[in-house]
Protein backbone atom coordinates (compact mmCIF):
# COMPACT_ATOMS: atom_id res chain seq x y z
CA UNK A 1 0.00 0.00 0.00
CA UNK A 2 1.33 3.40 -0.74
CA UNK A 3 0.31 6.34 1.47
CA UNK A 4 -0.10 10.07 0.87
CA UNK A 5 -0.66 12.43 4.21
CA UNK A 6 -0.89 15.94 4.10
CA UNK A 7 1.39 16.26 1.17
CA UNK A 8 2.08 20.01 -0.20
CA UNK A 9 4.24 20.72 -3.38
CA UNK A 10 4.52 24.02 -5.22
CA UNK A 11 6.99 25.16 -8.06
CA UNK A 12 7.91 29.22 -6.93
CA UNK A 13 4.32 30.85 -6.67
CA UNK A 14 2.38 27.77 -8.86
CA UNK A 15 0.79 25.26 -6.16
CA UNK A 16 0.55 21.93 -7.37
CA UNK A 17 -1.16 19.93 -4.10
CA UNK A 18 -2.26 21.50 -1.17
CA UNK A 19 -2.59 19.31 1.96
CA UNK A 20 -3.43 15.81 -0.53
CA UNK A 21 -4.03 12.53 1.48
CA UNK A 22 -4.89 9.00 -0.16
CA UNK A 23 -4.25 5.55 0.14
CA UNK A 24 -3.40 3.20 -2.61
CA UNK A 25 -4.31 -0.35 -2.02
CA UNK A 26 -2.42 -3.09 -3.72
CA UNK A 27 -4.28 -5.03 -6.76
CA UNK A 28 -5.96 -1.88 -7.34
CA UNK A 29 -5.81 0.57 -10.79
CA UNK A 30 -5.83 3.89 -10.56
CA UNK A 31 -5.71 6.35 -13.28
CA UNK A 32 -3.95 10.21 -12.58
CA UNK A 33 -5.09 12.85 -15.71
CA UNK A 34 -5.13 16.41 -15.61
CA UNK A 35 -4.01 19.07 -17.99
CA UNK A 36 -0.45 19.41 -19.15
CA UNK A 37 1.72 21.54 -15.83
CA UNK A 38 -0.66 20.46 -13.31
CA UNK A 39 1.66 18.51 -11.27
CA UNK A 40 0.71 14.41 -12.40
CA UNK A 41 4.69 13.51 -13.60
CA UNK A 42 5.44 15.19 -10.04
CA UNK A 43 2.67 13.54 -7.90
CA UNK A 44 4.12 10.26 -9.54
CA UNK A 45 7.62 11.37 -8.45
CA UNK A 46 6.21 11.44 -5.23
CA UNK A 47 4.92 8.58 -4.86
CA UNK A 48 7.99 6.51 -6.26
CA UNK A 49 9.94 8.67 -3.83
CA UNK A 50 12.09 10.00 -6.88
CA UNK A 51 10.77 13.55 -4.99
CA UNK A 52 10.29 14.55 -1.59
CA UNK A 53 7.43 16.53 -0.70
CA UNK A 54 7.71 19.68 1.00
CA UNK A 55 5.05 19.44 3.29
CA UNK A 56 3.66 15.88 4.15
CA UNK A 57 4.48 12.35 4.01
CA UNK A 58 4.61 9.50 1.27
CA UNK A 59 4.97 6.13 2.86
CA UNK A 60 5.49 3.08 0.71
CA UNK A 61 6.17 -0.94 0.76
CA UNK A 62 9.96 -1.98 0.76
CA UNK A 63 9.77 -3.28 -2.46
CA UNK A 64 8.14 -1.30 -5.58
CA UNK A 65 8.25 -1.54 -9.28
CA UNK A 66 8.17 1.10 -10.83
CA UNK A 67 8.26 2.12 -14.96
CA UNK A 68 9.70 5.09 -16.37
CA UNK A 69 8.07 6.30 -19.42
CA UNK A 70 11.24 8.02 -20.75
CA UNK A 71 10.68 7.79 -24.65
CA UNK A 72 14.07 9.32 -25.36
CA UNK A 73 16.31 6.57 -22.53
CA UNK A 74 16.98 4.08 -24.45
CA UNK A 75 17.49 5.81 -28.02
CA UNK A 76 21.18 4.87 -28.15
CA UNK A 77 20.65 0.77 -27.63
CA UNK A 78 19.47 -1.34 -30.13
CA UNK A 79 15.89 -2.98 -29.12
CA UNK A 80 16.74 -6.44 -28.25
CA UNK A 81 19.79 -4.75 -26.32
CA UNK A 82 16.97 -2.91 -24.01
CA UNK A 83 14.59 -5.75 -23.82
CA UNK A 84 17.79 -7.59 -22.05
CA UNK A 85 18.64 -4.60 -20.05
CA UNK A 86 15.16 -6.12 -17.54
CA UNK A 87 17.87 -8.72 -16.76
CA UNK A 88 20.11 -7.21 -15.13
CA UNK A 89 22.69 -10.32 -14.26
CA UNK A 90 21.98 -11.33 -17.92
CA UNK A 91 22.58 -7.84 -18.98
CA UNK A 92 26.08 -7.58 -16.96
CA UNK A 93 27.41 -10.93 -18.61
CA UNK A 94 26.49 -10.26 -21.65
CA UNK A 95 28.52 -6.70 -20.75
CA UNK A 96 31.43 -8.46 -19.09
CA UNK A 97 31.43 -11.06 -22.78
CA UNK A 98 31.71 -7.95 -24.77
CA UNK A 99 34.51 -5.87 -23.10
CA UNK A 100 36.77 -9.33 -22.86
CA UNK A 101 36.00 -9.62 -27.00
CA UNK A 102 37.71 -6.16 -27.24
CA UNK A 103 40.60 -6.39 -25.11
CA UNK A 104 43.85 -5.77 -26.85
CA UNK A 105 45.45 -8.95 -28.24
Known amino acids: MISVANVSMRYGSKVLFDDVTTTFSPGRRYGLT ?4 SGKSTFMKLLTGELTPQKGSVSRPPKLGVLSQDQFAYDAFRVVDTVI ?9 LQERERLYNLPS
Do not use: E, T, V, Y
Open 85 to 93: MGNKRLWDI
Open 34 to 37: GPNG
